[in-house]
T-cell receptor
Framework: NAGVTQTPKFRILKIGQSMTLQCTQD?????MYWYRQDPGMGLKLIYY???????DKGEVPNGYNVSRSTTEDFPLRLELAAPSQTSVYFC??????????????FGPGTRLTVT | AQRVTQPEKLLSVFKGAPVELKCNYS??????LFWYVQYSRQRLQLLLR??SRESIKGFTADLNKGETSFHLKKPFAQEEDSAMYYC??????????FGGGTRLMVKP
């Protein structure tokens, strides 16, 4: 199992450009999440999904869009990149909603710089 | 609104010394708390969860509802414990709120 994979690892964007951050998991997890982590700060939830075709906003959704057409993939779209979106982006997945085995599995992250 | 606070950005100790990484939370419901760890060049991973009352790699954490704390402790730190540690709280909506993290450095 590769677990949660993210591409690209690094990216530099100019202001106003668009891009898609890819996230794929091969664990057949229903729940997937996108976080951003600014320097010296904790992770903040951008969007999440409870299954294919279902997405919802997290704490900081502005400037982003997501889709979930398959169980495996959960891409994050930035339409008009702004310097405030410079951050490290993490994708995560979990197999269950709650209970003693609840755990989120994280990808390696994508470091995005917008200049 | 829920919040997780880790007051120390950096904690530096010598090998063999006790370690306590502090975590305080605010949440109106029944909290479910976790510690996640990120070792150098590795991805973020679960260290332990309060509901399991487990000890992982010598680390323990007790939920203190009166003090709204979930501090992470280890009696004798090892160099391989050096990492970023994040405290996280899960709410009823299945969202995780993370603290700002504490970098633990264990010196030889």
């Amino acid at each position: 199992n590769a677990g949660v994979t993210q591409t690209p690892k690094f990216r530099i964007l100019k202001i106003g450009q668009s891009m898609t951050l890819q996230c794929t998991q091969d664990m057949n997890h229903n729940y997937m999440y996108w976080y951003r982590q600014d320097p010296g700060m904790g992770l903040k939830l951008i969007y999440y999904s409870v299954g294919a075709g279902i997405t919802d906003k997290g704490e900081v959704p502005n400037g982003y869009n997501v889709s979930r057409s398959t169980t495996e993939d959960f891409p994050l779209r930035l339409e008009l990149a702004a310097p405030s979106q410079t951050s490290v982006y993490f994708c995560a997945s979990s197999p269950v909603r709650s209970g003693p085995s609840y755990e989120q599995y994280f990808g390696p992250g994508t470091r995005l710089t917008v200049t | 609104a829920q919040r997780v606070t880790q007051p120390e950005k950096l904690l530096s100790v010598f090998k063999g010394a006790p370690v306590e990484l502090k975590c305080n939370y605010s949440y109106s419901g029944s909290p479910e708390l976790f510690w996640y760890v990120q070792y150098s060049r590795q991805r973020l991973q679960l260290l332990l969860r309060h509901i399991s009352r487990e000890s992982i790699k010598g680390f323990t954490a007790d939920l203190n509802k009166g003090e709204t704390s979930f501090h992470l402790k280890k009696p004798f730190a090892q160099e391989e414990d050096s990492a970023m540690y994040y405290c996280a709280l899960r709410n009823a909506g299945n969202m995780l709120t993370f603290g700002g993290g504490t970098r633990l450095m264990v010196k030889p």
